[in-house]
């Protein structure tokens, strides 16, 4: 697993959730119980493994998308938005009589999001799904959180290059899985729900104890939002500035970060340096509205290869 790849161009594997994004701007957001009026909303293709297949392809990296949609408009939507991009499809399945994944987020103009997830055809992705994928040809194999764990077990143990995990939303997870994972990329609250701590952890120190008590990969990459990510390649810990932006719309900003963290280590870099360069990518994704529409090509940052990019 670790180390091992196949030979040729990097490609890479991504197993997860597709879902239409309804997105509504406000002024604040409501407290419990509590009616605002929002902005004129808008629709856009989502769901944290279609985005991140989607920087994939966008950051120049042939990308496979392992996934379910329902057999109906939004599935249709769905699926061709990722055509668009020039994702291969051959795995994502479209199921009879199952609504396909929705998503309903809230942006402040602060560009922070709250999101409630309904995961329709996303919840019905298995292990069965997932064996016939082809994942021990990927260089890389990219999964978070959004589709059922066993399925996302089963991606792990099937990959042979790169496993990136990125444990969104939070949850606890098993041993054996934490331990097929190359890669760790969580939030805070993420990190402290899979150590089981009954709070997040707010300083760069606590972080990384934090991410030691784990039980799993000895490379983790924890983002820290505006404040960057801390990033912990075996003892060493190095701390990861994010670009200074003006943020628009946080919603992919996480999955912008893990695609291209995954395609920079995919083509050689080692952890730090991609992490740099992944900070720059969802540095961009922030000064824009949607999930989808907002991430970057590659052409657009070539000028940004100081960054710690892979063509650096």
Request: aromatic letters at 2%; proline letters at 6%.
């Amino acid at each position: 697993m670790s180390g091992s790849s196949p030979q040729g161009s990097p490609t890479i594997a991504v197993v997860g959730s597709a879902n239409l994004d309804v997105v509504v701007p406000v002024q604040r957001h409501p407290r419990l119980g509590e009616t605002v009026i929002g902005g004129d909303h808008y629709r856009a293709a989502g769901g944290k493994g279609a985005n991140q297949a989607v920087a994939c392809a966008r950051l120049g990296v042939a990308t496979r998308f392992v996934g379910c949609v329902g057999d109906d408009e939004v599935g249709d939507t769905l699926r061709q938005a990722l055509l668009d991009d020039e994702v291969d499809v051959t795995d994502l399945h479209m199921l009879n009589d199952v609504p396909s994944g929705l998503a309903l987020i809230v942006v402040g103009e602060d560009g922070d999001n709250t999101i409630v997830v309904s995961p329709g055809a996303n919840h019905r992705l298995s292990p069965e799904h997932v064996a016939g994928a082809r994942l021990g040809e990927a260089t890389a194999v990219l999964l978070q959180l959004e589709v059922p764990v066993p399925a996302i077990a089963a991606a792990a143990a099937a990959a042979q290059g790169l496993v990136v995990l990125n444990p969104a939303p939070a949850a606890r997870l098993p041993s054996e899985l934490l331990h097929r994972v190359d890669v760790l990329v969580p939030n805070r609250g993420e990190l402290a729900a899979l150590a089981g701590a009954d709070r997040e952890p707010t300083t760069n120190a606590e972080v990384a104890d934090l991410a030691r008590s784990l039980d799993g990969p000895t490379q983790v990459v924890v983002t820290l939002g505006a404040d960057g990510a801390l990033v912990m390649d075996g003892d060493r810990v190095a701390h990861v500035a994010a670009p200074e932006v003006h943020a628009v719309d946080a919603t992919a900003a996480g999955d912008a970060f893990c695609a291209a963290l995954t395609v920079a280590m995919t083509e050689g870099a080692e952890l730090e340096p991609a992490a740099r360069w992944a900070s720059t990518v969802a540095a961009v994704t922030v000064t824009r509205k949607g999930a989808q529409p907002s991430l970057p090509r590659r052409s657009e940052l070539e000028h940004q290869r100081h960054a710690g990019g892979p063509a650096s």
